[in-house]
């Protein structure tokens, strides 16, 4: 299974996002078996690591993402990725509107927290032009949506749904 997380720059929620991810993967017993990447629908920070605000969040939270650097989704991204997972509507639609051709598959696309069953809120608000305490926010809610998504695909795992 190859998940796919997007938002807008790449360089905050989605890095967030796909450090969350791989460190609950690697808690699950799913290493190997998952793989996890993370683009933005904008290129402006292609080739730059995460925002340092969203480096040092992630490490207060004992997750090291310095080495990511940011990149541009790209129609063949719809051809890779089982999973096309969005931190918002906005990210939604312009994700939506880049690959018209290839079609997305029925599930290939959506938003991510209510994929991963977080019912209180539908996106994940961009701390881009906020301070460190929306950072915190942020991290919270990546946090525990990648739990979620996590126990989600240990239970497809279990049914069968994703191979070893
Ligand atoms: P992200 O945050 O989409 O969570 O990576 C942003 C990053 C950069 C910009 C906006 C949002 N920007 O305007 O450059």
């Known amino acids: 299974m190859k998940l796919l997380f997007v938002c807008l720059g790449n360089i905050c ?11 609950q993967i690697a808690a699950s ?9 993370s683009a933005g629908t904008a290129g402006w920070h292609a080739g730059r690591p995460p925002d340092q605000r969203a480096i040092e969040c992630a490490a207060r939270h004992g997750v090291d993402i310095a080495g990511l650097r940011a990149r541009q989704l790209q129609e063949a991204d719809f051809l890779r990725f089982d999973r096309i997972l969005c931190a918002d509507a906005d990210n939604l639609r312009a994700t939506a509107e880049r690959c018209a051709a290839p079609v997305p598959t029925p599930g290939q696309l959506a938003m ?7 019912e ?34 240990v239970r497809a795992a279990e049914s069968g749904i994703i191979g070893a």
Do not use: N
């Open 13 to 23: 929620r989605s890095p967030m996002a796909e450090g969350a991810m791989r460190a």
């Open 29 to 37: 017993g799913l290493a190997g078996r998952v793989e996890v990447d």
């Open 112 to 118: 991510w927290l209510p994929w991963a069953g977080i």
């Open 120 to 153: 209180y809120m539908k996106s994940i608000p961009d701390p881009y032009y906020g301070g460190p305490e929306d950072f915190e926010q942020t991290w919270a809610l990546v946090e525990e949506a990648a739990r979620l998504s996590v126990r989600r695909l």
